[in-house]
């Protein structure tokens, strides 16, 4: 039996727990808070970070900073997570949906332009499998029509963005702001958890508020005012320290993950190469203004039937092999909101998309077991 995911403990989680414990705060932004915004600050370069409860809420975060309101339009990719919708859908937007790539999952740039107008407020690239959406063209677009840009990152620490002149951003640093995550399914885990990046200081001060119940009471705590008060609208964004310092045993061991995770990422890449020269398969497809940071390792089926064949002959031989997003334009909650576009692109995915297992306590021989059960179901 081949889980698809595992959660992977680097040994030093609990230690920090007892340090959070031991220093009497458990509330949030405590000093592990601190530690991991400074981790991030320092690794990546992003100036305001606040860790969040989940992603989800990152991205919440951003659509009351960019005060979304009703009948505002937001621009993203069909094939995602019900969140990066949901975020907007909460302030009233209506999403337009945008079709991925012929040769990739992400929101295909060249068909934006056309979906642009007047309502339009922001575009939502969505990293999928940590690689990357084409920035250069998003960017140009947000400048040129007043737009911004909330990149859900929630599958992309560690991966970059390559721009035309070979500079390389890490995802996460380019839009206005950014939203990871931390849910036990990405690289780095606290079971739940994520970050809101604030790449524009025009916000940085706001969304200290928004995070902390619409009170300024960060500002309090950092001696700027000499009390507190409820300032704006807001909510409870921010986790609790046993949460963040479970997170920043992962960050420590960031580097270990990636390596890890990068083999297990290869070996499929090289154990699966016959079966896309045989046409059983396609693997993914990495742009070339894209790294990636081997969040997944999917393949693409030929058809849904082909799919539906391979997923149970998987299952039954003990793989915890998994499809992923159904098109969230043709979603019972969206369908009838939906503006009638086909999308040919986000419909392949979601009937061929097929994740294997990866993750950090995965060994070689299992990741040969998935290659041989899928040699066996093509004899
Ligand atoms: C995981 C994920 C989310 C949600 O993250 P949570 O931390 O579970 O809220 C949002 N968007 C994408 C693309 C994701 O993969």
């Known amino acids: ?117 007047e309502r339009t407020r922001a575009i939502v690239p969505v990293h999928y499998a940590g690689v990357a959406c084409d920035m250069a063209g998003i960017m140009a677009l947000a400048d040129q ?32 702001l950014a939203a990871f995550s931390f849910h036990e399914t990405k690289n780095i885990s606290s079971g739940e958890g994520g970050m809101l990046v604030v790449n524009d200081a025009r916000f940085a001060h706001r969304a200290e508020i928004i995070w902390e119940k619409g009170t300024n009471r960060s500002a309090f705590w950092g001696g700027e005012v000499d009390k507190y008060g409820w300032v704006d609208m807001g909510s409870s964004f921010l986790p609790s320290e046993l949460i963040v310092a479970f997170l920043f045993a992962q960050l420590e061991s960031l580097e270990d993950i990636q390596a890890t995770r990068m083999r297990h990422w290869n070996q499929y890449h090289d154990l699966l190469a016959p079966f896309e020269q045989q046409g059983h398969l396609r693997r993914p497809y990495i742009p070339a203004y894209s790294t990636h940071n081997a969040h997944m390792y999917y393949v693409l089926c030929s058809s849904l039937e082909a799919r539906t064949a391979l997923l149970a002959h998987l299952k039954e031989q003990g793989i915890g092999a998994v499809f992923h997003y159904i098109s969230l334009h043709s979603s019972p909650y969206y369908a009838a909101r939906h503006d009638g576009r086909v999308l040919p692109h986000t419909d392949r995915y979601t009937d061929t998309l097929i994740r294997l297992p990866l993750f950090y306590d995965l060994h070689d021989a299992e990741i040969d077991e998935v290659g041989a059960v899928m040699a066996a179901h093509w004899q």
Not at 12 to 34: C, D, M, P, R, W
Not at 146 to 162: K, T
């Open 145 to 176: 029509y007043g737009l911004f840009v909330v990149e859900d990152a929630a599958q992309a620490i560690e991966s970059y963005y390559i721009w035309p002149d070979g500079r390389r951003s890490p995802l996460g640093s380019m839009g206005h």
């Open 1 to 117: 039996m081949i889980p698809f995911n595992k959660l992977h403990l680097t040994g030093k989680e609990l230690h920090y727990i007892q340090e959070a414990i031991a220093v009497n705060h458990l509330s949030g932004n405590g000093s592990f808070t601190k530690r991991c915004h400074q981790y991030f600050q320092d690794r990546y370069g992003f100036a305001h970070c606040l860790l969040t409860t989940s992603c989800t809420d990152a991205l919440e975060m951003a659509a009351i900073l960019l005060d979304i309101q009703p009948g505002d339009e937001v621009l993203m990719p069909s094939y995602t997570f019900v969140s990066t919708a949901n975020a907007f859908v909460l302030r009233g937007a209506i999403i337009r949906f945008v079709d991925s790539c012929p040769d990739h999952p992400g929101m295909d740039v060249g068909l934006l332009e056309p979906l642009i107008n």
